[in-house]
């Protein structure tokens, strides 16, 4: 039987949710893990972290680590020649990623998924539903009731 393929695609150092979703199953005979890191891209509030760094960092962490960035083309490796099943983001913003790697090319390559990375208390729905990464994601795993009711607002929004 074929492994379902997962490939995470790390765009920071905060890697708390991913790293806990590949402990769990690294040694499964279920899946089969690919690791690609990508650009962090400046924002008005961070400046950017590059994919080599990103990926020396998970590399430090005794994880197998692909940058995404071909230093011989010049260019953003194309993901869908790993063939996934699932593509799982280290944050839901777009605006952190290459255009290359938006929310929505990566659904056209696989299921895309997110998981909270961080516990919260308070969420601005209108902000998140104005977000075309939900959109675009298959699965959005949840760590709270706010969350909860943030995913059920997406599933009968006239967008989706």
């Known amino acids: 039987m074929r492994k379902t393929r997962l490939l995470f695609l790390i765009h ?71 063939k996934p099943d699932y593509i799982f983001v ?23 998924c997110s998981v909270a990375y961080a516990a919260t208390t308070n969420i601005d729905n209108d902000f998140l539903l104005s977000n075309p990464f939900f959109y675009n994601c298959s699965y959005f795993f949840i760590c709270d009731e706010n969350e909860k009711t943030f995913s059920e607002q997406m599933k009968t929004s006239p967008l989706n």
């Open 12 to 82: 920071d150092k905060f890697v708390n949710n991913f790293e806990s979703i590949y402990n769990s199953v690294k040694n499964s005979n279920e899946f089969e893990m690919t690791i690609v890191a990508c650009d962090s891209l400046p924002t008005d509030y961070k400046g950017k972290t590059s994919s080599k760094e990103i990926a020396d960092y998970i590399k430090s962490r005794n994880i197998d680590c692909i940058d995404a960035f071909d230093y011989q083309t010049n260019s953003w490796i194309d993901l869908a020649q790993f």
């Open 90 to 112: 280290s944050t839901p913003y777009d605006i952190y990623r290459p255009k290359e790697y938006s929310s929505y090319r990566l659904s056209m390559i696989a299921k895309l």
